[in-house]
């Protein structure tokens, strides 16, 4: 593992914990709705009309993968680098009796067969944890069956320019979109480096993976807000996410 992605595991260890400290919350989540977004369900809904067998790149602390379960998926496969929200995940899927399992790699190269998904789903903080996003890209085509897709719901590549101030929009003076790389300094923080790459970057990896772009829609609403925080780039003029959807032909 190199030392960067070493750095970058230890700080998700540590931003996981929060998947334990709010265990009993997070249960009644995934108990009583979905953390999935509409425009998500709006493009997942087709896929999963034929009860596929995901697996999650990135899985966090698992509540999609009940949600993906809830809304039609055979099963869900997790894959994390970080143990305590594997775990974490694992446990509440067990006590939910809802069909996913977990498996704590570094990717690319989760030990995972070849053409095992009917869908692959990632996102919502995923990306930035890949340095070679071409390299990501064709280990996720690996793990496609004939016809299946591949899924991101993302953070768009633009947000890191946002700052968080409520009376208007401003783009950082010490980011760059361009940019390879930058220190996270919110979450999960703990000198955690961003990895980042052009919209076109990313479709032109899914691209370079045999992949067919079907899907690409860009969105003002952020995935993931502070609680506390109102920043004017989230009301409507910026871009704060995107999806993407690619089938192996």
């Not at 064709?138 to 299946?148: E, F, I, Q």
Request: proline residues 6%; contains cysteine; charged residues 25%.
């Amino acid at each position: 593992m190199e030392p960067v992605t070493k750095r970058n595991r230890a700080a998700w260890e540590v931003a996981s914990e929060k998947h334990v400290r709010e265990y009993r919350d997070l249960l009644d989540q995934a108990r009583n709705g979905s953390s999935l977004f509409a425009c998500e369900l709006d493009l997942l809904r087709p896929m999963l009309m034929s009860s596929p067998d995901i697996v999650h790149l990135q899985s966090g602390h698992g509540l999609d993968d009940i949600a993906l379960v809830a809304a039609g998926a055979k099963s869900v496969l997790g894959v994390d680098f970080s143990e305590v929200a594997a775990t974490a995940a694992q446990r509440r899927a067990d006590e939910l009796r809802v069909p996913c399992r977990y498996v704590v790699a570094e990717l690319p190269g989760a030990p995972l067969c070849d053409e095992c998904a009917d869908l692959v789903y990632t996102g919502k903080g995923a990306l930035i944890w890949m340095p070679d996003l071409r390299a990501w890209a064709k280990d996720a085509a690996r793990l496609l069956r004939p016809g299946a897709s591949l899924f991101v719901y993302e953070a768009h590549p633009a947000v890191p320019l946002w700052t968080w101030d409520e009376d208007e929009p401003r783009i950082r003076p010490d980011r760059g979109y361009f940019e390879r790389s930058h220190v996270n300094d919110t979450f999960p923080a703990n000198g955690a480096v961003e990895w980042q790459a052009s919209l076109g970057e990313i479709i032109n990896a899914v691209i370079s993976a045999g992949l067919r772009i079907q899907h690409v829609a860009e969105y003002a609403e952020p995935f993931w807000r502070p609680d506390d925080v109102s920043a004017a780039a989230w009301r409507g003029r910026l871009p704060n996410s995107f999806s993407l959807v690619a089938r192996r032909e």
